[in-house]
């Protein structure tokens, strides 16, 4: 008796831990709930101004900001994070626009799948802090300050962020993005086509250099010219070709190619034709001859060879040095046999097989493999686990996929990755 009166209670504890758990999921779930409808509420309810204190409000830069959405991404915590979203092109995310922005949200979508990719305005969240200094240690620096506005970093007077994403698609109300440096949870404030037309310094440059052949003398003396005869020309020396770029060409090459002799037309088209199938302009004195194939050809081997804003077959804009050559190097990244049996475990987003580990955003493991290589590669660790922590085992989570790994000289090694567990599944999605 005294047996199964144990047994008893035994089970009743059971139960009512079990019962404890379960209530309290369903309560951090209704305070979630709660809080999302506190936030619409919040919108609804803002007390009506008058369009002289608007008007006011933003000539002072005023403004209160309401998120369009939230993003749903593979990577549910700051850390392991990619700092740039060109270190990881394979990372997904989704982002649904609110429905307390529009009402039909749907409709604020029209036209943009015609665009490959959008620039995302959002909020750093997860500052932890408000506070910020003029000058900063960005991780690529290794510890040397520089002046925040010519850093990217999140610790900044207005917490606001700016990334370039890939559109992959859109549904309804909702986009997929890929190529994302942004973790679950983030607020959206506003999404923006990118248009290489209006936002490359390449683009802008090809097109005052356009312009200027177009207005140009020499052009206008072009135009004049027997049109048959400059379209047979063009038809029979011009193959394309992705390392082909043309150089501007300014009035004074042309004195002083007439300067030289070619004073007639015949001349100049021969020029022209000759430049159009050796790559190469004018011919002048061997030196300048060699200056200029030699740019071209290094143009043609390495675009981003320069940092400095020139014309004709140089860049189109002016970045600092260290943010091409860093004082800190790539890192080699290696799995363990281990970590690889356990990657390949992971079965795709759409898989119907609920035996193994899925994953949300990811394509399967070959996607995993390429995006846990581009974070670890560019070290995602800050200066100071970098340079003073003596632990060398850092922990991040990407997708569904808890990743353990460890650093070395030149290398980072990923020695385990485990599933998620269901309560940390929240925070992904």
Request: some cysteine.
């Amino acid at each position: 008796m005294r047996r199964e009166i144990k047994n008893l209670r035994q089970q009743m504890d059971g139960a009512i831990r079990a019962h404890r758990k379960q209530m309290s999921s369903l309560q951090s779930m209704l305070t979630d709930c709660m809080k999302h409808e506190d936030r619409l509420q919040s919108v609804r309810k803002r007390p009506a101004q008058s369009p002289s204190e608007i008007n006011q409000l933003l000539e002072q830069g005023r403004i209160q900001t309401v998120p369009i959405g939230y993003i749903s991404s593979c990577f549910a915590v700051k850390n392991g994070t990619p700092r740039q979203p060109t270190i990881c092109s394979s990372s997904r995310a989704i982002l649904k626009i609110e429905p307390s922005v529009f009402n039909n949200p749907e409709h604020s979508l029209v036209g943009l799948e015609q665009y490959s990719h959008i620039w995302i305005i959002f909020l750093f969240h997860k500052n932890g802090q408000m506070s910020y200094k003029a000058k900063v240690k960005p991780p690529r620096l290794n510890g040397q300050r520089v002046g925040v506005y010519s850093t990217r970093s999140p610790h900044r007077p207005n917490a606001l962020g700016l990334t370039l994403a890939k559109l992959e698609r859109i549904t309804g109300d909702t986009l997929h993005l890929s190529g994302v440096d942004i973790i679950a949870g983030t607020p959206v404030l506003d999404v923006k086509p990118y248009i290489p037309d209006y936002d490359s310094p390449k683009t802008r440059t090809d097109d005052t250099s356009s312009e200027h052949r177009q207005t140009s003398p020499d052009s206008q003396m072009l135009q004049v010219m027997d049109v048959d005869e400059e379209l047979n020309i063009l038809e029979t020396s011009f193959e394309p070709s992705s390392e082909l770029r043309v150089c501007p060409v300014g009035p004074s090459d042309f004195s002083q190619s007439e300067k030289s002799g070619s004073s007639d037309v015949t001349g100049i088209l021969a020029e022209v034709k000759s430049y159009l199938k050796q790559q190469q302009l004018f011919t002048k004195n061997p030196e300048d001859k060699q200056t200029d194939s030699t740019e071209c050809t290094l143009l043609a081997t390495n675009p981003l060879s320069s940092s400095t804003l020139k014309f004709g077959c140089e860049d189109y804009s002016t970045i600092a040095a260290w943010v091409r050559a860093p004082p800190i190097s790539n890192l080699d990244v290696r799995f363990t046999a281990n970590a690889e049996k356990e990657l390949k475990e992971f079965v795709p987003y759409n898989s119907t097989d609920s035996t193994r580990p899925k994953f949300q955003f990811l394509k399967g493991p070959d996607e995993a493999v390429a995006a846990i290589k581009g974070i670890l590669s560019a070290d995602p660790r800050s200066v100071y686990r970098r340079t003073r922590c003596q632990d060398r085992l850092f922990f991040f989570t990407l997708d569904t996929a808890d990743i353990t790994c460890w650093f070395g000289d030149g290398f980072a090694e990923v020695v385990r990755v485990k599933p998620m567990q269901s309560s940390e599944l929240t925070n992904v999605v």
